[in-house]
């Protein structure tokens, strides 16, 4: 199928031959993020996907929007502000379709069931077409892999991880293949896992016994668990019948059986809000997800994706098939099974597929959510320390947006563990999952880098889906709004590359850094400085002569800011790779750092008097590196700045190695 967007929305069907600027494959909303960026930069985009579904789970049951990510861009356009309302999904749709239709003036298209890749042609380090299973090839300047999968990733011969990372290969603490936990942690105490009393057969949800003699912290090649996001309604005009699925047997939902009757109690005053995340769309309609904390394989389902990151797309529609049996035959259980308290089997009663919503698969979610498959191993690779253990990260000289979510992993294998670990019997137990770390909700700026494959690997090639992340840091960056910030600025990046025949590795992340921001991307931590001042100047060590500059201090919540006499105020701007950021002075801002740099007056000893600056947002101090004033560790390098009184202003001195300098501007 066919689709036209944009300036040429009505135009004749494409030839088969047709170059673009920008070459996606995947449909997801990563992908219309970067179409409709280089759509208004008059750059011609077509996306690919292989299945009938459009949009992923953006217009695919995610109707409930994960809270707290900072937007700005294209993913503003989309989602909204942060107190994101909550959309159906056909709203969601809606959205998508018109950002298309009205993006121009560049031509945007888009095919759909184009089926498997089956074949990548590179030249050098460049690919030149991708070729597909049921549609004609994909040949572009510049590629995107925006699918959940990564197969262009994959199969373009670019470097790749599936699973989990060992704890020691990155020095991560949740890494492993359970999290760095023992086994047996969190197992369901009385929920046997066999289905007889001779422990010979396992339930047919439980996967395999806990490797006890393997180390918790090792890692492996598994992925963790998917599920679908149902759209339910209670509106009796609109609601569909939540049916069994074909051929059940209760014998599938023996654990549920066998969990409930174990937390008898626990359950006994609860309702479908106690068993699921749950939130209300409108329209009488509610998005369901997994809950961690409660019960296991309620909506995840960890038994049944182990397969799916290489397998090719009869094999994944198998799969999905499998995880829609599953979460049918779970609501059967809920709706009728006896060991279920009446309010909750009343609720569950109560709530069906909406008739109006998902029309071509009968108010089932068409999209499996896949949360992680294949990832990139770039340019640079984020770990746990990137993204978690403080509420800003530190700053990314080239950060092309922001992420902010928790170490969130969900469940990995449903697993049988021994008494030797639970201390107890035979208990089924869920592993592999990190859902736990809800207390750092970290803003991290993402490098350009992130994106990239290595050099000399792939040079016209973005990953901003399935992206340069350890299994742990990528459970942070995994969200629809997050792939649509990703998409925006990597389809900037893929529009610069085209148009100036580099590779993508040879982007000037300067110049666009000024186009993302000029977008109204947000780029830093504590939002976006504004661009570069022709009248910025930096930061050096001069003789104090007669007429050096005066500065005055400015108190803001304890801390001081620094102004020139003339109005300008010291600031934050570009790298230096030896020490740290620039110091320059630019035009004072009431908005947050890195404009208008906030610093604590830290007193050390030494000098009798001095002080070192510290940075109130990166914690850095600022340094000197011969006579240039820049940002870096507060160790014994730190500067230590004298004030020498010339009321109303003082001009600021800096010791060193017996030389009376002044702090002085270019």
Request: charged share 15%; hydrophobic share 40%; net charge negative.
């Amino acid at each position: 199928m066919l689709l036209l967007f944009a300036a040429f929305l009505f135009s004749p069907a494409l030839s088969s031959n047709v170059i673009y600027d920008i070459g996606i494959y995947g449909s997801t909303v990563c992908a219309v993020a970067a179409c409709v960026a280089a759509a208004r930069m008059n750059a011609s985009c077509g996306f690919f996907e292989p299945t009938a579904h459009l949009f992923g789970m953006t217009a695919g049951g995610l109707s409930g929007v994960d809270l707290s990510m900072e937007l700005g861009g294209i993913a503003l356009e989309i989602f909204g502000n942060k107190s994101f309302p909550n959309f159906p999904p056909s709203a969601l749709n809606r959205t998508l379709h018109a950002l298309l239709a009205n993006a121009g003036p560049g031509l945007i298209s888009s095919r759909s069931r184009c089926g498997d890749i089956t074949s990548v042609d590179r030249n050098g380090t460049r690919i030149i077409a991708v070729h597909f299973a049921a549609c004609p090839p994909l040949i572009a300047r510049v590629y995107l892999d925006c699918s959940y999968e990564g197969d262009l990733l994959r199969l373009s011969n670019t470097s790749y991880s599936v699973g989990r990372e060992a704890s020691f290969e990155f020095n991560e603490s949740l890494a492993g293949v359970n999290g760095g936990l023992p086994w047996g942690t969190g197992a369901l105490s009385g929920v046997s896992p066999w289905m007889d009393d001779a422990n010979t057969t396992l339930l047919p949800t439980v996967v395999a016994v806990t490797p006890i003699n393997m180390s918790p912290s090792s890692g492996d090649s598994t992925v963790q668990a998917y599920n679908y996001r149902l759209c339910l309604t209670n509106n009796s005009n609109n609601r569909i019948p939540f049916l069994p699925p074909p051929d059940y047997n209760p014998a599938a939902t023996e654990v549920l059986r066998r969990s409930f009757l174990a937390n008898a109690d626990r359950l006994s005053n609860a309702t479908l809000l106690s068993l699921f995340l749950i939130r209300h769309l409108g329209e009488s309609k509610i998005d369901v997800n997994d809950k961690e904390g409660f019960l296991p394989n309620m909506a995840d389902l960890p038994f049944l994706q182990a397969a799916y990151p290489f397998a090719n797309w009869t094999s994944r529609a198998a799969i999905a098939a499998r995880h829609q049996w599953y979460t049918r035959a779970a609501w059967e259980f809920l709706r009728t099974d006896p060991v279920v308290p009446q309010q909750i089997r009343r609720e569950a009663q109560e709530w069906g597929l909406p008739a109006d919503e998902f029309l071509d698969t009968g108010g089932f979610p068409p999209q499996l959510y896949v949360r992680e498959a294949a990832r990139l191993r770039g340019e640079v690779v984020l770990t746990q320390a990137d993204v978690h253990g403080a509420p800003v990260s530190r700053p990314s000289d080239t950060s092309v947006g922001l992420s902010k979510w928790l170490v969130d992993i969900h469940s990995v294998l449903s697993m049988a563990a021994p008494p030797s670990s639970t201390g107890r019997g035979w208990e089924f137990t869920a592993t592999g999952g990190v859902n736990t770390v809800r207390t750092d909700w970290q803003l991290t700026e993402i490098p350009y880098g992130a994106l990239l494959p290595r050099r000399g690997e792939t040079s016209n090639l973005l990953v901003p889906v399935c992206a340069s992340f350890t299994h742990v840091a990528f459970s942070t960056y995994r969200l629809e709004p997050q792939y649509a910030v990703f998409g925006h600025s990597a389809g900037v990046a893929a529009v610069f590359a085209a148009r100036g025949g580099t590779a993508v590795q040879d982007v000037g992340v300067a110049g666009l850094q000024r186009e993302l921001r000029r977008q109204g991307q947000l780029l830093h931590a504590s939002y976006p400085p504004p661009p570069p001042s022709p009248t910025e100047s930096a930061l050096y060590l001069a003789p104090c002569v007669q007429g050096a500059p005066q500065w005055s201090y400015l108190s803001t919540d304890g801390s001081i800011r620094l102004i020139l006499g003339g109005g300008s105020c010291v600031s934050v701007w570009g790298y230096s790779n030896s020490t740290g950021e620039k110091l320059v002075t630019a035009e004072c801002h009431t908005d947050f750092a890195p404009h208008n740099q906030a610093w604590d007056l830290v007193t050390v000893p030494g000098v009798a008097g001095s002080v070192v600056l510290r940075s109130r947002m990166s914690g850095l101090c600022a340094v000197h590196l011969g006579t240039v004033i820049l940002q870096g560790a507060c160790e014994d390098s730190a500067a230590r700045f004298l004030r020498l009184a010339t009321a109303p202003a003082a001009a600021l001195w800096v010791p060193t190695e017996g030389n009376n300098l002044c702090v002085s501007i270019h």
